[in-house]
Structures are given as structure tokens and as C-alpha cells.
């Protein structure tokens, strides 16, 4: 059982001052700083920011893509479980330098123990988020992570502290902080132009997408071995469907190793790579894949960044707990905030629109990576709201991977640190906790846990497979 430490007595105090520290300085450096103190940072000794990258599958090659089109760094190593997914990795690395120096890893230990590596992308899947990032911190390498933050609320908790305790540079792959409409329409409800906000609508994806076509060649050998096609959120261990789509890994994956942490349970293609999320065991569904994303944007337009809900309510269509994909496609809660502010977040729920819109006593605004709009006209003028409206200024940041690498220079706090990535992402936690309890969740916001409920307290955390454990 992977220890409970790290609870709120410890963890929040030193949050705050931290943060505080660090974010009241860093909104004015992105753009000014590029080039500053390379000499109070380890940087590589040509002046190039040394990345390794963890994690190859799908949002990792993303990442890479785009740190390799920034000359500030460059990218030294790759790891992956799955050696298709790695070797892809280290060729499109090394051609896009024309060289053969990025190295290819297995096991993330290896890449870690590397002195010449300042910095790491973490983007393997949510289960493995607490191991790989917390050994990156004592390793002392700054961090591009994704969300959500962790699995679990605990695992978030020993994310934080390990990332505090050594110092390290932390940028949350919540990108939208450093999109311009996102900005605005945060700075427009920060600089109370829309009156009191009321209450806020956090729109997530509903249902549990087929990626890759998984579905589609699964139907095929389900029919194949004389079975009913069945949708995945039905079918369960000892039916015939079940059966048919049950097989030994890919010869690639070390799929031992890809389970690591998490229980053990037969290889099914559909629950592998990208849709592990829409299983339980090693992800979060819709709900946890996006709260990093719109709840952070929510929170940031409230001033609500190291804050959270004090209730959570809710509910959803949950699969059977052992049904392939076991993760809700539809949902939607109710949350209570400072300041009299009410919060739904829902996905699969055509009256709330993907994205944010907050509601005040004198407008709205709401924003998606689709649109913005607002009830005054005028707002939707410009990239950014004008300096005469503006009486809050929000940290600015105009590309996600760029900013990070200047923090790394600077030791400033990125646009996400990991403070913020925890608090955005621990409402979604609180969600699915109600969710999966039927009950209403109180949640002591200074301490960090829940309030007289021990069944639902014991769902912060979760059991670890040996030999993994929870830092």
C-alpha cells in the first residue's frame, strides 16, 4: 500500500509561500529574459537547453515536435516502452538535427541518471505520472509534465512536494494559459467586468472516443469468433466478447512494465495506448483527461489557482467496474466555491458547452479552443483585452514550450506551475470520487482531504503493484 503522507498541514503552507515567491516576479519575464542568466541554471555548455523525453506514444510526440523547433534547446534522448514507438522517436529526432546524437532508452532510470540532461517532457500515461516525475525531481531535472497532474489526489500531493523540495522548474501541459482568448477572457473576469461572478459552467467531452479505429477491428473479431458486437462499456471478463478480443501483447510493448503500478490485467488492444484513459485502472475518461485543461482556465479567471471547491455533488452513467472501458461517457457535478460561487462540470450534457463561461451580476463571457464569446460586443475585439479595461494583468505567455525553457534559465515560475496543476486538477479528483461513493464530498481546501468520510478518503490514493511504490 503506497504510503498517505503528505497531507495538507505540511503541503499547503509551503505551497502558497513558494508560489507567491516565485509567480509575484514572473509576469514580466517571458518575452525580456530569453537570453538572461544562463549562469544561474544548469544549461548545457553550448548554451542549449539538454531535454530528454519520456514518453512516445501519442501526446509526447507532440511535445517533441515542438521543443525541436525551438533553438533554445535540444533534445538529447527519448524512452519508450514500445521499441516501434521509440525508434520512430530517435529518427525523427536525429533528422531533424542531422545528426545521431539523441540516444534511444527503455527504462526512464537510465535517461534520469544522465548529468548532461537539464530538463525532461513527461507524457506517459496517468498511472505512471508519481513514479517517473518525483525520480525526475530528486534527479534535480526541471519538468514539462502533462495532465492530469496524477492518478490520484495523494500522488498529486507527492508530486508537489518532491518538485518543491528540490527546486525544479515545473510547466503543466495545460497550454491554453498561453493562448490569447484563453488570456482575455480570464483578464476580463479577474478585472470584474462582468460584476460578481455567480457561477461558473466547465464543459468537458462526453463519451469515450475511439481511437485509432480499436473499436472498429475489435467488432470484427468479436463477430469473427461468432460473438454479438457489444460496445466496450459492456463487455465484461467471461463472455464470449470478451474473450475474442483478449490476446498476448504486442511483441514491441513490454506490456509487464506498461502495467507497472496499476493491476495487473489481461492485454486488450482497446485499453492500451491512448485508450488506456477510458479504464479505470490507469485513467481518469473524459472527465480527468480535460479538467487540467477548462477547470484551469476556470480558475484562473476566478483568482482561484490555490484554491478549490468545498463541496462536490454529482453523478454519472457508470459502466460495470470490470467492463473493458469502465469510465463514465456521461457525468455532471455540482461544486460549491469561495465567495458564494456555484461551479457545474459536466461532459456528455448538451445545455453546458464545452469550455468556461462564467456568469456575473453584469455580463458573461465564455471560451473554447473553438470560439469566445460575451455578452458586451466589445470584449471580442482583439487578441488581448485593452490595457484601458484591464485592472487585473494576468501572467502572459505566447508559447507554451518557450516559456518553460525560459524558466528553466531564469528559476522563475512557468505560467503552470505545479501548484496550479495540482489545484486545477482536484476537482476532477473530487468528482469521480463522488461518483464512484454516490455521496457528496466535503473538501477542507487548507488540509487537503475530506471530511468525515473514510470510505471516500480512501480513495485519494490507490494500492501499488510491487515492486512499484509511491514515493
Known amino acids: 500500500m503506497p504510503s498517505q503522507s503528505g497531507s495538507g498541514p505540511f503541503l499547503r503552507p509551503f505551497n502558497r509561500r513558494r508560489f507567491l515567491k516565485t ?8 518575452a525580456v529574459m530569453r537570453g538572461y542568466a ?45 521499441a516501434n514507438h521509440l525508434q520512430a ?18 527504462d526512464y532510470r537510465e535517461l534520469l541518471a ?91 467531452p462526453g463519451g469515450n472516443a475511439d481511437f485509432d479505429g480499436v473499436a472498429k477491428d475489435a467488432m470484427a473479431k468479436i463477430t469473427a469468433a461468432g460473438a454479438q458486437p457489444t460496445p ?17 501483447p504486442p511483441k514491441e510493448l513490454d506490456y509487464e512494465t506498461w502495467v507497472g503500478p496499476s493491476k495487473m490485467e489481461p492485454y486488450i488492444r482497446a485499453r492500451s495506448h491512448k485508450s488506456w484513459r477510458w479504464n479505470y485502472n490507469t485513467g481518469g475518461g473524459q472527465l ?41 461517457p456521461k457525468y455532471r457535478f455540482e461544486l460549491k466555491y469561495p465567495r458564494n460561487i456555484t461551479m457545474t462540470i459536466a461532459g456528455g450534457h448538451h445545455d453546458i458547452k464545452t469550455g468556461v463561461k462564467w456568469i456575473g451580476t453584469e455580463g458573461w463571457v465564455w471560451v473554447d479552443r473553438g470560439g469566445f464569446d460575451a455578452s458586451n460586443p466589445d470584449w471580442k475585439k482583439g487578441k488581448y483585452l485593452p490595457r484601458e479595461l484591464r485592472k487585473v494583468k494576468l501572467y502572459t505567455s505566447t508559447d507554451h514550450m518557450q516559456n518553460f525553457l525560459d524558466c ?15 489545484h486545477s486538477a482536484i476537482p476532477g479528483h473530487l468528482c469521480l470520487i463522488s461518483m464512484l461513493t454516490g455521496k457528496k464530498i466535503r473538501w477542507d481546501v487548507k488540509e487537503e482531504k475530506i471530511i468525515g468520510d473514510p470510505e471516500a478518503s480512501k480513495l485519494m490514493t490507490r494500492e501499488y503493484r510491487g515492486p512499484w511504490k509511491m514515493s
Not at 488570456?183 to 478585472?191: D, G, L, T, Y
Not at 462536490?312 to 470490470?322: A, I
Not at 528553466?408 to 495540482?422: D, F, K, L, S, Y
Open 23 to 30: 509567480a509575484g516576479t514572473a509576469a514580466v519575464l517571458p
Open 38 to 82: 544562463a549562469q544561474t541554471s544548469t544549461t548545457s555548455p553550448n548554451n542549449r537547453i539538454n531535454l530528454g523525453v519520456i514518453g512516445m506514444g501519442w501526446q509526447g510526440p507532440g511535445n517533441t515536435s515542438a521543443f525541436l523547433n525551438l533553438p533554445d534547446c535540444q533534445v538529447v534522448a527519448a524512452c519508450d516502452i514500445d
Open 89 to 106: 522517436a530517435v529518427k525523427k529526432i536525429n533528422e531533424t538535427y542531422g545528426n545521431e546524437d539523441c540516444k534511444g532508452y527503455h
Open 114 to 204: 544522465r548529468e548532461d540532461i537539464d530538463a525532461v517532457m513527461i507524457a506517459v500515461p496517468d498511472h505512471w505520472h508519481e513514479i517517473v516525475a518525483t525520480e525526475a525531481a530528486r534527479r534535480k531535472k526541471d519538468i514539462y509534465g502533462e495532465k492530469p497532474l496524477a492518478h490520484t489526489i495523494a500522488e498529486q500531493q507527492s508530486i508537489v512536494r518532491a518538485v518543491q523540495e528540490n527546486g525544479i522548474v515545473w510547466q503543466m501541459g495545460s497550454w491554453q494559459r498561453s493562448v490569447p482568448m484563453f488570456h482575455k477572457a480570464a483578464e476580463i473576469v479577474r478585472s470584474g467586468l462582468i460584476g460578481e461572478v455567480t457561477h461558473v459552467e466547465v464543459g468537458l
Open 232 to 248: 466496450f462499456e459492456q463487455i465484461v471478463p467471461g463472455t464470449p466478447a470478451w474473450n475474442a478480443i483478449v490476446t498476448d
Open 288 to 328: 480527468l483527461d480535460w479538467i487540467g485543461h477548462h477547470c484551469d482556465i476556470a480558475h484562473w479567471g476566478l483568482g482561484f489557482d490555490l484554491s478549490g471547491p468545498s463541496e462536490v455533488e454529482g453523478s454519472g452513467e457508470l459502466p460495470p467496474r470490470d467492463a473493458v472501458w469502465n469510465t463514465a
Open 408 to 422: 528553466v534559465r531564469t528559476r522563475q515560475a512557468t505560467v503552470t506551475p505545479v501548484e496550479i496543476g495540482h
